[in-house]
């Protein structure tokens, strides 16, 4: 028997990579399977992406970077983000690392430990309980709730900070309902946290750039009030279709940034050196397939919200972001989860139950849209038929 520390039980998972390892052997076993469960964009990674990751090669970049990135690929993040949002940025805070749960992890690790709290938003992407109760912490939900537009609560957020609190989590646009909290809510946020300045605040902002139906997307670096204790996720894995080049970014305040250089050269060393031209090459480059991708996300997101409405007892909310439905289906008599687990099974469906994403869940199933509109409404028939002619256990 290995005596692996206690703490190691406490970690989690994220269900959606289980639902595809599911969906990839019935696949094997020659069944026909739509995948609507991982939140991957279905394009391929842009070609002149591709290219400077090859250039790249052949001009020799094949050692070791800094932790932190090298200084172009960390200047182009700081260019993108006043280019796009205006935001003054030095390149000695930004950290390229690889994938955007790395930055959580850093996060999470950092102000997690028994006695403490951390927010974070519920439902929400389920790596956040995971790593809050392996350090130790008190995982406090933050409820996003459908009666609001899955945008989060500033009011209900504040009410939940206590002494103990260290560490609040906020995502918009959201993973798994696509919501986007307006800034009205996030300004409020933003006053009321001058009440608790010891909290650090850590936004995923992964999805910043899918936002739909003229929404804006708000990142909390225009809040400057914050910007000594905002730790700032993102990446290229959604925008960019680079989910397997395992490329993200964080801005870090200056107080927190060498724990996390330190945390990286522990972990990882550096991150891949010709991906990370890649990645200044996706930044820097033409966005024309970043548009092209996002029209085409757009018309899926109409096609199924339509889809979904038309089901038996299903009823869905029109996502504002991401590429994610988060259908209600409490009136269908199913659990989530169990019915997700059925759509799979027998109507060849992937699809991810609610209360994957936390105790708020139940009551839901997530779909991605990040697949074909043909295969969304060969997927469509399929549920409306399912749901016509099976009926839960009672």
Request: proline share 7%; hydrophobic share 40%; glycine share 8%.
């Amino acid at each position: 028997m290995l005596d692996i520390v206690p703490s190691f039980a406490r970690i989690g998972e994220e269900n959606a990579f289980a639902v595809l390892a599911r969906a990839t052997e019935l696949a094997r076993q020659g069944r026909d399977i739509i995948n609507l469960g991982i939140g991957q964009p279905d394009f391929p990674t842009p070609p002149h992406i591709v290219e400077a990751a090859i250039k790249a090669l052949r001009d020799g970049h094949h050692g070791y970077t800094p932790a932190t990135g090298i200084l172009p690929c960390r200047e182009a993040v700081a260019e993108d983000l006043h280019r796009r949002f205006g935001a003054t940025i030095s390149p000695d805070r930004v950290m390229i690392v690889p994938g955007g749960k790395v930055t959580m992890y850093m996060a999470i690790t950092m102000f997690g430990e028994p006695g403490v709290e951390i927010l974070y938003p519920d439902p929400g992407f389920p790596i956040y309980r995971s790593m809050i109760e392996f350090t130790g912490a008190t995982p406090v939900p933050v409820p996003i709730r459908e009666e609001n537009g899955f945008a989060f609560s500033a009011e209900e957020t504040l009410g939940l900070i206590t002494p103990r609190t260290r560490l609040l989590i906020i995502n918009s646009p959201a993973n798994p309902t696509g919501g986007v909290t307006p800034k009205a809510e996030i300004d409020k946020l933003i006053a009321g946290l001058a009440r608790f300045p010891r909290v650090a605040i850590m936004s995923d902002e992964i999805y910043d750039q899918m936002t739909y139906d003229g929404e804006e997307h708000v990142t909390l670096l225009s809040y400057p009030e914050i910007r000594d204790r905002l730790i700032l996720l993102n990446g290229w894995s959604k925008t960019y279709a680079m989910t397997g080049w395992r490329m993200g970014w964080s801005v870090w305040p200056e107080a927190a940034y060498e724990a996390a250089r330190k945390l990286a050269v522990n972990s990882y060393s550096c991150v891949n050196a010709s991906a990370q031209w890649a990645g200044i090459a996706a930044l820097t480059g033409p966005q024309d397939a970043v548009a092209s991708m996002l029209a085409e996300f757009d018309r899926r997101r109409k096609a199924v919200v339509a889809g979904l409405n038309s089901l038996p007892n299903v009823t869905c909310l029109t996502p504002k972001g991401a590429f994610y439905a988060y259908p209600n289906v409490k009136a269908t008599g199913w659990k989530a989860k169990k019915l997700a687990a059925q759509l799979l099974e027998e109507a060849g469906v992937a699809t991810i139950g609610g209360p994957d994403f936390g105790i708020h869940g139940e009551g839901y199933i997530r779909l991605s849209y990040a697949n074909s509109l043909e295969n969304i409404e060969r997927a469509l028939v399929r549920m409306k038929q399912f749901l016509e002619t099976v009926r839960p256990a009672a």
